[in-house]
């Protein structure tokens, strides 16, 4: 049996939305892209028919993001529509997640994950991953 360690966090958000619960001074879940490239192009994917710069966050403003959700501690997830290990700072943006207290869960396709890289998301360690196999 697997253990969904945001379980509680959607349970939380779900209660909210259906006003079961107060709203937060502060997102619950705070979804970071750090890059807007993908290597691949999944037909059900909205990044395939986007028409939008392609860039890396810088580590600046990734760093200013931190410390502001440090002072609420949502959950942070690197999702959306590209894949976040293409960004060259991606374990340690990971890793700076980790050292502020907050819980850190990353979508990716998997395909340019190398055995160091899965090592260092074991040693952080990684609360939640999910391989977007969709597209396959």
């Given at each position: ?6 379980q509680?966090?959607?349970k939380?958000m ?14 619950l ?18 990044h ?14 990734f760093?200013r ?24 700072k ?10 502020s ?5 990353i979508?990716?396709?998997?395909t340019v994950l190398?055995k160091d ?12 991953i999910?391989f977007?196999?969709?597209g396959?």
């Amino acid at each position: 049996m697997s253990i969904n360690i945001f379980q509680p966090i959607y349970k939380q958000m779900n209660d909210i939305a259906l006003g079961d619960a107060p709203l937060p001074e502060f997102p619950l879940i705070v979804d970071i892209e750090i890059t807007s490239y993908c290597n691949l192009k999944c037909i059900m994917c909205d990044h395939t028919y986007m028409d939008r710069k392609q860039e890396m966050m810088r580590e600046d403003v990734f760093n200013r993001i931190i410390e502001q959700c440090k002072l609420y501690k949502p959950a942070i997830r690197f999702i959306m529509y590209s894949e976040p290990f293409l960004h060259s700072k991606s374990l340690q943006f990971a890793e700076r997640v980790k050292e502020s207290g907050l819980l850190l869960h990353i979508t990716t396709n998997g395909t340019v994950l190398t055995k160091d890289y899965i090592d260092a998301l074991i040693k952080l360690p990684l609360d939640s991953i999910t391989f977007s196999l969709q597209g396959a």
